[in-house]
């Protein structure tokens, strides 16, 4: 439950009434007599335009309009000439501007260099998002502090506007005033896929007033590209003074991109918000999303020291808190730096600070830059601290033979398999180290590390700090810029001619922006007319279309970390609803098949129990494997929202794909044990025909485990047994709508038990289970 405080003060006062960006299209087209579609004739023509756009190159473009079968669509464009002029009469997003900077060298070998800046006015583009309709419902105005208790005790920290950030920034505005947390995030990347040393380097910027769970998905277009950084070796200069105005130039071009949020922070501007209303906002830098490097550049340190905290460079291994670096006394150290009056060695070996004279963010109102860097969880936890570090240990002491063993194999493993591989990784470790290692307090005594003075490992004594002043650390995960990457960079140059491509590239997106404009203003418009007697499906409705499914699924169902893939575990949270296929995949199969492939030997038992006890008139007669039902290959359960762990819905499979064998899920279900829960292994999950009487739900035949009562200590995870029952299987049949959450058991092995264990896993199951409750946030949180 959610207890809110709401700010004392007067927030978000409204302004008046006016147009959000869709009315506008939709007012411009009625008085030129258009179609929603217009330019494009129809709803069949503006499909045919964006798969051109989305899908074939420019060229390829020209050479498909010139097949003679496309003489017989009859499309208001004949070429890619005239696709694109109409393109361009499409609303647009704000425009690029170029701006030019000169920069003066010292090596003697080039007097220096010409470059260019390419930026859009974040003020516009903050405008431009807060106009978008779509958004309405997911955007707050107003700071407010979120309890677990009705006594205010337990703190919950999930969205932005549920930090401390803002609640101490709205009292430094008037009153009336909207904050508009800026959130920046920048990232060098390459355009070449194999050869040449082509780079760019976006900025993007969203606003912590929209939910996070809209800002992380690149579809929504939550996030703007604001500029193109100039690239640029500046071989003008001196090898030795190369580095230093590599930083000064960032600097420099980051000061021109955000030279408007000044006044606007200051002053504030007359923003048209989602619902329609007017009101004044403070456009002010709140987060910096960026890697480590980034963080030292933005931040005017080296990278030998942490960007946040003033801890000495062979300090970081411990785990005490050091004082915050100041934004105003950074400033003043410039300063004397700059005017002689402090020594390089105090400078820099003691304060660890870059020459940069001129920060970007020294004119930036209502900001401290050191608060702005937010965690980084890609590089610093999932890449750092586990991939680098803990696995490389880990495999030191286990071997890498051993733990090889216990893992699935990878070609090559990418962020997100580390990040899988973290749910699972105690289980797979556990009987194999000592307890001391799941600890993590034995490294130094065995001689696997020296030292833990590792600047990732340091960075997450910010962490808490960092929730606590803004919201959890997954909104503002460097995984949506480098995702945005594909978009904003690698796509945009290619569709360039590799010449001049920055210019092409801004170019190409402002007709992508444009599209994307243009398809959300069409689902607006369609949202506005008439429903012409479509029924409107209960909330409490058992049952949901694959359209209300879209996104992905908890891991839990979806991949194996163990090495045998015969069997799969996943478990299904307080449930607010479920969904099975509309199509049943394998209609009319017959019991004996199910006995066969599915394990299910008590089945018919099971059945014949439910139906006397649950079903009314149901069929008193016997069944028999000829029997048949219909059998669903997969089951999905609704979660209640929670959005400081960001889970809504959960998969559960019962599935086969081709001769593979079959995946037999976990669940847990009311019951016995802890808190009424109970776990149970899925078998089959079916309809029972009208010949056997009437139940309003699916129903899933379930192999019991034993209460959760063992709790091991060193892994902090229930201990599981299969249940038996007259030397077989606990087997039960329970409607679908008991099925709580989804979770993974991992097999207890003990070392060197791997092949002899894995042999038989796939028939009789390990004796032991781990509960494991590090497979989600919503799991954790619910047995913590």
Same mark, same amino acid.
């Given at each position: 439950?959610?207890?809110?405080?709401?700010?004392?003060?007067?927030?978000?006062?409204?302004?008046?009434?006016?147009?959000?960006?869709?009315?506008?299209?939709?007012?411009?087209?009625? /008085?030129?007599?258009?179609?929603?579609?217009?330019?494009?004739?129809?709803?069949?023509?503006?499909?045919?335009?964006?798969?051109?756009?989305?899908?074939?190159?420019?060229?390829?473009?020209?050479?498909?309009?010139?097949?003679?079968?496309?003489?017989?669509?009859?499309? +208001?464009?004949?070429?890619? *000439?005239?696709?694109?002029?109409?393109?361009?009469?499409?609303?647009?997003?704000?425009?690029?501007?170029?701006?030019?900077?000169?920069?003066?060298?010292?090596?003697?070998?080039?007097?220096?260099?010409?470059?260019?800046?390419?930026?859009?006015?974040?003020?516009?583009?903050?405008?431009?998002?807060?106009?978008?309709?779509?958004?309405?419902?997911?955007?707050?105005?107003?700071?407010?502090?979120?309890?677990?208790?009705?006594?205010?005790?337990?703190?919950?920290?999930?969205?932005?506007?549920?930090?401390?950030?803002?609640?101490?920034?709205?009292?430094?505005?008037?009153?009336?005033?909207?904050? /508009?947390?800026?959130?920046?995030?920048?990232?060098?990347?390459?355009?070449?896929?194999?050869?040449?040393?082509?780079?760019?380097?976006?900025?993007?910027?969203?606003?912590?007033?929209?939910?996070?769970?809209?800002?992380?998905?690149?579809?929504?277009?939550?996030?703007?590209?604001?500029?193109?950084?100039?690239?640029?070796?500046?071989?003008?200069?001196?090898?030795?003074?190369?580095?230093?105005?590599?930083?000064?130039?960032?600097?420099?071009?980051?000061?021109?991109?955000?030279?408007?949020?000044?006044?606007?922070?200051?002053?504030?501007?007359?923003?048209?918000?989602?619902?329609? @209303?007017?009101?004044?906002?403070?456009?002010?830098?709140?987060?910096?999303?960026?890697? %480590?490097?980034?963080?030292?550049?933005?931040?005017?340190?080296?990278?030998?020291?942490?960007?946040?905290?003033?801890?000495?460079?062979?300090?970081?291994?411990?785990?005490? @808190?050091?004082?915050?670096?100041?934004?105003?006394?950074?400033?003043?150290?410039?300063?004397?730096?700059?005017?002689?009056?402090? +020594?390089?060695?105090?400078?820099?070996?003691?304060?660890?600070?870059?020459?940069?004279?001129?920060?970007?963010?020294?004119?930036?109102?209502?900001?401290?830059? %050191?608060?702005?860097?937010?965690?980084?969880?890609?590089?610093?936890?999932?890449?750092?601290?586990?991939?680098?570090?803990?696995?490389?240990?880990?495999?030191?002491?286990?071997?890498?033979?051993?733990?090889?063993?216990?893992?699935?194999?990878? @070609?090559?493993?990418?962020?997100?398999?580390?990040?899988?591989?973290?749910?699972?990784?105690?289980?797979?470790?556990?009987?194999?180290?000592?307890?001391?290692?799941?600890?993590?307090?034995?490294?130094?005594?065995?001689?696997?590390?020296?030292?833990?003075?590792?600047?990732?490992?340091?960075?997450?004594?910010?962490?808490?700090?960092?929730?606590?002043?803004?919201?959890?650390?997954?909104?503002?995960?460097?995984?949506?810029?480098?995702?945005?990457?594909?978009?904003? =960079?690698?796509?945009?140059?290619?569709?360039?001619?590799?010449?001049? *491509?920055?210019?092409?590239?801004?170019?190409?997106?402002?007709?992508?922006?444009?599209?994307?404009?243009?398809?959300?203003?069409?689902?607006?418009?369609?949202?506005?007319?008439?429903?012409?007697?479509?029924?409107?499906?209960?909330?409490?409705?058992?049952?949901?279309?694959?359209?209300?499914?879209?996104?992905?699924?908890?891991?839990?169902?979806?991949?194996?970390?163990?090495?045998?893939?015969?069997?799969?575990?996943?478990?299904?949270?307080?449930?607010?609803?479920?969904?099975?296929?509309?199509?049943?995949?394998?209609?009319?199969?017959?019991?004996?098949?199910?006995?066969?492939?599915?394990?299910?030997?008590?089945?018919?038992?099971?059945?014949?129990?439910?139906?006397?006890?649950?079903?009314?008139?149901?069929?008193?007669?016997?069944?028999?494997?000829?029997?048949?039902?219909?059998?669903? @290959?997969?089951?999905?359960?609704?979660?209640?929202?929670?959005?400081?762990?960001?889970?809504?819905?959960?998969? %559960?499979?019962? =599935?086969?794909?081709?001769? /593979?064998?079959?995946?037999?899920?976990?669940?847990?279900?009311?019951?016995?044990?802890?808190?009424?829960?109970?776990?149970?292994?899925?078998?089959?999950?079916?309809?029972?025909?009208?010949?056997?009487?009437?139940?309003?739900?699916?129903?899933?035949?379930?192999?019991?485990?034993?209460?959760?009562?063992?709790?091991?200590?060193?892994?902090?995870?229930?201990?599981?047994?299969?249940?038996?029952?007259?030397?077989?299987?606990?087997?039960?049949?329970?409607?679908?709508?008991?099925?709580?959450?989804?979770?993974?058991?991992?097999?207890?092995?003990?070392?060197?038990?791997?092949?002899?264990?894995?042999?038989?896993?796939?028939?009789?199951?390990?004796?032991?289970? *781990?509960?494991?409750?590090?497979?989600?946030?919503?799991? %954790?949180?619910?047995?913590?």
């Amino acid at each position: 439950m959610r207890f809110i405080q709401t700010y004392p003060g007067q927030v978000a006062q409204t302004l008046g009434q006016a147009k959000t960006l869709f009315d506008s299209i939709r007012a411009e087209q009625e /008085a030129q007599g258009l179609d929603p579609w217009g330019p494009f004739a129809d709803e069949e023509e503006w499909g045919l335009v964006k798969w051109l756009i989305a899908r074939v190159g420019q060229t390829a473009i020209d050479e498909f309009m010139k097949l003679p079968i496309t003489g017989h669509l009859k499309t +208001s464009f004949t070429s890619k *000439y005239l696709l694109m002029k109409a393109i361009d009469k499409l609303p647009r997003g704000t425009e690029w501007q170029l701006k030019r900077i000169q920069v003066k060298g010292n090596s003697g070998q080039a007097e220096g260099e010409d470059l260019e800046l390419w930026l859009r006015n974040p003020v516009d583009c903050i405008r431009e998002l807060m106009a978008n309709p779509e958004f309405d419902g997911k955007v707050s105005y107003s700071p407010e502090r979120v309890f677990a208790d009705a006594e205010g005790t337990v703190r919950q920290y999930d969205e932005m506007w549920t930090g401390e950030w803002w609640w101490e920034t709205q009292r430094r505005l008037p009153e009336g005033a909207v904050v /508009a947390p800026v959130i920046l995030a920048s990232d060098k990347t390459s355009l070449s896929q194999f050869r040449g040393d082509q780079e760019v380097w976006p900025v993007y910027l969203t606003l912590g007033n929209i939910s996070k769970d809209v800002r992380r998905q690149p579809s929504k277009h939550a996030a703007v590209l604001i500029a193109y950084l100039p690239v640029t070796k500046l071989e003008c200069f001196s090898r030795e003074t190369r580095s230093l105005e590599h930083y000064q130039l960032f600097h420099y071009c980051m000061s021109q991109v955000l030279e408007p949020l000044i006044s606007a922070g200051n002053d504030g501007i007359e923003v048209t918000c989602p619902d329609r @209303k007017v009101r004044r906002m403070h456009p002010i830098v709140a987060a910096y999303v960026a890697d %480590f490097p980034e963080q030292c550049l933005v931040a005017c340190c080296m990278e030998n020291r942490c960007p946040k905290c003033t801890v000495g460079r062979n300090e970081r291994g411990g785990m005490t @808190k050091s004082g915050v670096r100041k934004q105003d006394l950074t400033l003043e150290n410039l300063r004397l730096h700059q005017d002689g009056e402090m +020594s390089n060695g105090q400078f820099e070996g003691e304060l660890g600070l870059r020459a940069i004279y001129s920060p970007f963010w020294a004119t930036l109102p209502h900001h401290d830059i %050191f608060s702005c860097i937010t965690p980084d969880i890609l590089h610093q936890l999932h890449k750092g601290v586990f991939k680098d570090h803990l696995v490389s240990w880990c495999s030191e002491i286990i071997g890498e033979e051993e733990l090889d063993a216990r893992i699935s194999k990878r @070609k090559q493993w990418t962020g997100a398999d580390y990040r899988e591989l973290q749910r699972v990784f105690l289980g797979v470790i556990a009987g194999a180290v000592d307890n001391q290692i799941l600890a993590a307090n034995i490294f130094l005594d065995l001689g696997v590390r020296e030292h833990f003075n590792i600047p990732k490992l340091h960075s997450m004594l910010h962490y808490i700090d960092a929730i606590r002043l803004f919201e959890s650390a997954d909104g503002f995960n460097t995984e949506l810029p480098e995702r945005l990457h594909i978009d904003f =960079a690698k796509r945009a140059y290619r569709a360039s001619n590799r010449r001049d *491509y920055v210019i092409q590239m801004t170019t190409w997106l402002r007709r992508q922006e444009s599209i994307a404009i243009q398809e959300a203003y069409l689902r607006w418009w369609a949202s506005q007319q008439p429903a012409d007697g479509d029924s409107v499906r209960d909330e409490s409705d058992a049952s949901t279309s694959d359209s209300d499914l879209d996104g992905p699924a908890p891991t839990a169902a979806n991949f194996i970390i163990l090495p045998h893939q015969a069997q799969r575990f996943t478990m299904l949270t307080a449930s607010r609803g479920y969904f099975v296929p509309r199509r049943c995949p394998f209609p009319n199969s017959t019991i004996q098949r199910l006995l066969d492939e599915h394990g299910a030997s008590l089945f018919i038992p099971a059945l014949e129990d439910f139906l006397r006890n649950h079903v009314q008139n149901s069929s008193r007669r016997k069944l028999t494997p000829q029997d048949r039902i219909d059998v669903y @290959k997969y089951l999905k359960v609704l979660s209640p929202a929670r959005p400081h762990i960001n889970i809504a819905k959960c998969l %559960f499979k019962d =599935a086969r794909k081709g001769p /593979a064998p079959a995946h037999f899920d976990t669940g847990q279900y009311t019951g016995e044990g802890i808190s009424g829960l109970r776990v149970g292994e899925v078998k089959v999950i079916f309809d029972i025909p009208s010949c056997f009487g009437h139940f309003p739900h699916p129903l899933a035949y379930i192999h019991w485990f034993q209460p959760l009562q063992t709790f091991d200590a060193n892994l902090h995870s229930f201990r599981l047994t299969r249940s038996s029952r007259h030397r077989g299987p606990n087997a039960v049949v329970l409607p679908v709508n008991r099925i709580l959450r989804p979770c993974q058991l991992v097999p207890r092995l003990g070392k060197w038990e791997v092949e002899s264990k894995l042999e038989k896993f796939p028939n009789n199951g390990s004796e032991e289970f *781990y509960l494991n409750r590090y497979i989600d946030l919503d799991l %954790f949180e619910r047995l913590s």
